[in-house]
């Protein structure tokens, strides 16, 4: 199999991107809006992964990220007027800044700490829109944000707004793929396996985490800035903790420290909150059963390596003659 795939790699990637470019226009409004939520959520998961599975930090207020983006986007739309992928840029951007100021006073922090921290962050960033009522609306929000246009078109149905996720999950791919080969994708990991041991080697860890975290907020900014002309509204009430949680049970499910993982969790995730969404609240209980189903039976995720560090095993080495495994 894996010699079929290296053959007949380009062609395997055409024919992917091929369906994914006619998936909205062999289906209705309905599963296109479906397909829509996956591919964002998708981008949101890897960004997210990107800090969690990465670096090795623990951040469970990602949400607060693209509560900035997703402001930014909307004011700049509806009282300044600026073109959609200058809203993406900027709110990319502010979040971004936000996450290099955030960054300063938790480069020490581990665990259950920083997990408070950014937990903190999330909320704050929430009351403040909740509250600054002059800016941001207050609890009625922002209503009325333009629709994107391009070519003539103006991106205003989910077939058409389908392509806008696409584009940004196929630009984070692409440029995380690369990120993590460079030095900088280096030094993320190696603080991942022992920070102690990068920092020794030279490896300027507070700096490395300050670029991690900045690169994942600047994803999540823009994609906060997609959802504001997607929904045509924001409110404080879509930036809460659940938000978070939904994002990071995503990573969880599909496999942190991976490319695809996160895109495959989104997927499952949507797909599952959409086919039980008869069941109403109950449609959650599902959901925290798989995550905890996840974690029991293969907590390293489904795209996770089984010999990865959260798989509960190290690779495995011969000890004598025999090839005796030894599991640390």
Known sequence: MKNFYEKYKLFTWVAIFAVLI???????????????RILLYATLAGSLNIINGYSGMMNVGH?????????????????????????????????????????KPIQRLKGIYLSIITMGFCEITRIISLNWSSLTGGPMGIKNIDAPKFFGYTFNSPKLYYYIFLALLVIFVFLTSRVLRSRVGRAWMSIREDDLAARSLGVKVGRYRSINLMYAA????????????????IAPDMFTMDLSFNILSMVILGGQGTLIGPIVGAAIINTVT???RFAAEYRIVMYATLIIAMMWVRPQGLIGASNSMLSGRTITKKEGQHGRAARI
């Open 274 to 276: 959409e086919v039980f």
């Open 63 to 103: 949400a607060g990220f693209v509560c900035i983006g997703a402001y930014t986007g909307a004011l700049l739309s509806t009282r300044l007027g600026w073109p959609f992928l200058l809203q993406l840029l900027v709110g990319g951007m502010l979040a971004s800044l936000v996450a290099l100021v955030l960054s």
């Open 22 to 36: 006619a998936l909205p226009q062999l289906t209705n409004s309905y599963l296109s809006g479906i397909f829509c």
């Open 218 to 233: 600047f994803f999540a900014g823009v994609c906060g800035a997609t959802m504001g002309p997607y929904y045509r509204y």
